[in-house]
């Protein structure tokens, strides 16, 4: 489970939605269920049990959730923690 986060447009502040990841790789993941609100094409992604935020870029819009890129690659050990639900990394 996890939430995006995003600026709202034209008003000071932000949204959030939550979120499922299904699946993710160095440099993106593919996140689902989210609702029907827009979201911008940068948002924040927070994966639960995971203090950080990563920055990412929406690269493709589905009828089933978002294919993000993150803005810096994740370390390859890190990524399989997460895959394997062995997280937070130490």
């Known amino acids: 489970?996890?939430?995006v986060y995003y600026l709202l447009h034209g008003v000071r502040g932000y949204s959030k939605q939550s979120c499922r990841m299904d699946n993710i790789s160095e440099?993106?993941?593919?996140v689902c269920r989210l609702l029907?609100?827009?979201?911008?094409?940068?948002?924040?992604?927070?994966l639960e049990g995971l203090e950080a935020k990563f920055p990412c870029?929406?690269?493709?819009?589905?009828?089933d959730g978002?294919?993000?890129?993150?803005?810096?690659?994740l370390p390859t050990?890190?990524?399989d923690r997460?895959?394997?639900k062995r997280f937070p990394a130490k």
């Not at 440099?27 to 593919?30: D, I, L, P, T």
């Not at 978002?66 to 690659?73: D, E, P, Q, S, V």
Request: overall charge negative; hydrophobic content about 45%.
């Open 36 to 46: 029907s609100e827009p979201i911008p094409d940068f948002v924040y992604f927070v």
């Open 27 to 30: 440099n993106g993941c593919h």
């Open 66 to 73: 978002l294919h993000l890129k993150f803005m810096t690659n």
């Open 1 to 3: 489970m996890g939430t």
């Open 77 to 79: 050990e890190l990524v």
């Open 82 to 84: 997460i895959a394997d």
């Open 57 to 63: 870029a929406v690269i493709e819009r589905s009828d």
